[in-house]
């Protein structure tokens, strides 16, 4: 089973910048697509971007589309969430997913991270 691990969340200024990243232990990382999704307070868990196995597509959600960036580092099992232009809405714990091939985002999720915060403040 793949294991991931967040971790770069912290406290940040509204326009400041911060990068998250997401460790796998997975050996064959490379073959999942990776996703990042957010939960604030009292709100589900919504999905914030992902990017495929190599790394030569992604996606993001409306609310970030233009200030967030994912990249991925299949040598370092590593995926990341490069943050500009944070606002407080920004705010929520962050977690990192991994999806298998086979699966797709629309449906169960299996594997994810712990969560890490990000607060943003205004």
């Known amino acids: 089973q793949v294991q991931l691990v967040e971790s770069g969340g912290g406290l940040v200024q509204a326009g400041g910048s911060l990068r998250l990243s997401c460790a796998a232990s997975e050996p064959t990382f490379s073959a999942y697509k990776m996703g990042w999704f957010r939960q604030a307070p009292g709100k589900g868990r919504e999905f914030v971007g992902a990017i495929s196995r190599t790394g030569g597509s992604t996606a993001y959600a409306d609310s970030v589309k233009g200030r967030f960036t994912i990249s991925r580092d299949n040598a370092k099992n590593t995926v990341y969430l490069q943050m500009n232009s944070l606002k407080a809405e920004d705010t929520a714990v962050y977690y990192c997913?991994?999806?298998?091939?086979?699966?797709?985002?629309?449906?169960?999720?299996?594997?994810w991270g712990q969560g890490t915060q990000v607060t943003v403040s205004s």
């Open positions: 997913a991994a999806l298998p091939p086979g699966s797709s985002w629309a449906g169960p999720i299996d594997y």
